[in-house]
C-alpha cells in the first residue's frame, strides 16, 4: 500500500463485510462516502479481513485468485488493472466439484 490508513477504520469496514457473511446477507452497495477510495484502501480492507480470518478464526490460506483481467470488466469498474484476492480451505471445494442442492453462493464462484 502506498497511502497510509487509519487502522481502526481498515478494521470496522473488514468487519462489517465479515458480519454480513456470517449472517448469511448480501453486502450492501456502499454510500458513495464508504466506498473505498482507491485500490490502497481496498487491499487495505482485505488485508485485514486476512488477519482476522486466520489470527481470530484459524482460516487457512491456500492460494490466490485475479479478477478483472479484461479490460471491458476494468471499464465496467473504473479501475486500469486486474486485482487480486486470496482463496481459504474452508471457502474452497477441490476439483471436480459437486455442489449440493439448495447451497447458498454467497459471493462468488472462482473456477481453476
Known amino acids: ?7 481502526a477504520e481498515l478494521e470496522r469496514a473488514a468487519r462489517g463485510l465479515l458480519a454480513h457473511r456470517d449472517e448469511e446477507r448480501p453486502n450492501p452497495v456502499p ?8 485500490m490502497d484502501w481496498a487491499y487495505g480492507v482485505a ?8 489470527a481470530e478464526r484459524g482460516m487457512r490460506q491456500i492460494g490466490w485468485k485475479i479478477g478483472c483481467t479484461s479490460a471491458a470488466a476494468r471499464a465496467q469498474l473504473g479501475i486500469d488493472a486486474p486485482f487480486y484476492g486470496r482463496l481459504y480451505a474452508d471457502t474452497t471445494l477441490p476439483s471436480p466439484a459437486g455442489l449440493p442442492a439448495g447451497i447458498r453462493l454467497s459471493d462468488h464462484i472462482s473456477l481453476g
Open 31 to 38: 454510500a458513495p462516502a464508504d466506498r473505498p477510495a482507491d
Open 47 to 54: 488485508a485485514e479481513l486476512h488477519r482476522i480470518r486466520t
Open 1 to 7: 500500500m502506498t497511502e497510509s490508513y487509519d487502522e
